[in-house]
């Protein structure tokens, strides 16, 4: 009896190693390994040549480290932000590579349909292969503190507006696929404030969770069309986080945007960076009372930068 329990453990225990040892092996493929192999080749031959990506939120931070890694890339682009004066500087930095791209100068944070129709009107004549939605917007307070206007404001940039242009770019996904006979991509940013329950950025933690819940079953809707990639980045050195301490897990958005794009067709979810990645494996691992203490009190920092800065 006791032999028999002996051995039960000894086989159950032997399951474990396994299966730790297989995720270590994953982690380190993804996180290690895919960033370094060489991306341009692999992204045209999977997309198509020449065909289109639109990134909202293109004009800075993330989205314009993505416009600029697509570019080298040779992929065109409908490049999509607030100010038409940064979007016009971008596109003529981008079409030096030889590509082309269009400009959509919209507030995404007015979700009605005349705002959703001016993009959809610049990709119809074109073969869209990328959608990455990226446009978003922070706040770091406690709840009953933020303004309602930053309520409203937050909901219809991060949570209207990249569930409106998920769903009405899909179709143009799929026309992609079905008249080139190759996969197509959407990426959608999101953020590990969205992964777990962040005490001070709770609204913003919601929104990401809820970009991240809207991606993850599209990945598997469409997993005969589509790459579908639900990214949860960490800290970036961009105007969002200005205000911040840099940070050893403070990455450029290049870097991000090459880690995401590394992930694109090989993973459904991904923090990007291994740094990003490690932290997020950290703090799965503190007690829950010690990391809302923890997120709750940087949180609250961050929202005295944000507004030192005037946001
Ligand atoms: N930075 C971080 O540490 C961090 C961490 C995790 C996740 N993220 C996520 O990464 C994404 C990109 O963030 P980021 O740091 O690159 O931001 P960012 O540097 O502040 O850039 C924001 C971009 O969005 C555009 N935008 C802002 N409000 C808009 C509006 N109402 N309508 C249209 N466009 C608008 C801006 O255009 P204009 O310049 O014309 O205003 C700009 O191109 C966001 O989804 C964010 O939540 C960021």
Same mark, same amino acid.
């Given at each position: 009896?006791?032999?028999?329990? =002996? ?12 299966? &730790? ?6 982690? *380190? ?13 692999? +992204?045209?031959?999977?997309? @198509?040549? @020449? ?7 293109? $004009?800075?931070? +993330? ?15 409908? =490049? ?26 919209? /507030?995404? $944070? ?14 119809? /004549?074109?073969?869209? $292969? ?5 446009? @978003? ?19 219809? +940039? ?7 242009? #998920?769903?009405?770019? *899909? ?8 008249? #080139? ?21 709770? *609204? ?13 079953? =599209? ?6 069309? =589509? /790459? ?10 961009? %105007? ?9 897990? #403070?990455?450029?958005?290049?870097? %991000?945007?090459?880690? &995401? ?8 979810? $991904? ?5 990003? %990645?490690?932290?997020? %494996? *950290? ?6 009372? +010690? ?18 800065? @005037?946001?």
């Amino acid at each position: 009896m006791i032999l028999a329990a =002996l051995f039960l453990f000894q086989v159950l225990g032997a399951i474990l190693l396994v299966i &730790a040892a297989v995720n270590v092996a994953r982690w *380190l493929w993804q996180y290690t390994w895919l960033p370094r192999q060489l991306q341009g080749s692999r +992204l045209a031959e999977r997309y @198509g040549p @020449g065909s289109w990506a639109l990134i909202t939120g293109a $004009s800075d931070g +993330l989205g314009k480290a993505f416009a600029q890694k697509l570019a080298r890339y040779g992929f065109n682009l409908l =490049l999509v932000s607030r100010t038409q004066e940064k979007l016009n500087r971008l596109q003529t930095e981008l079409e030096t590579f030889g590509i082309h791209a269009r400009t959509v100068c919209a /507030d995404l $944070s007015n979700s009605s349909e005349p705002t959703y129709s001016l993009i959809t009107a610049a990709a119809q /004549d074109v073969d869209l $292969s990328i959608v990455i939605n990226c446009v @978003g917007v922070t706040v770091h307070q406690l709840y009953a503190d933020i303004p309602s206007s930053t309520v409203r404001h937050l909901l219809s +940039l991060n949570v209207n507006t990249t569930a409106i242009v #998920t769903h009405t770019t *899909l179709p143009l996904l799929l026309r992609h696929t079905a008249t #080139t006979g190759r996969r197509g991509a959407l990426l959608n940013v999101g953020s590990i404030v969205g992964r777990f329950y962040w005490p001070g950025t709770q *609204l913003y933690g919601a929104c990401k969770a809820f970009i991240d819940h809207l991606t993850v079953p =599209l990945a598997f809707e469409y997993r005969a069309q =589509l /790459d579908v990639l639900s990214f949860q980045p960490t800290v970036m050195a961009t %105007a969002m986080a200005t205000g911040t301490e840099p940070a050893a897990i #403070t990455i450029t958005p290049q870097a %991000a945007a090459h880690a &995401a794009l590394s992930h694109l067709g090989r993973c459904v979810t $991904s923090h990007g960076h291994w740094r990003h %990645a490690m932290l997020a %494996a *950290l703090f799965s691992i503190l007690p829950s009372k +010690l990391r809302n203490r923890i997120f709750l009190k940087n949180a609250l920092e961050m929202g005295d930068a944000e507004r030192a800065k @005037g946001n």
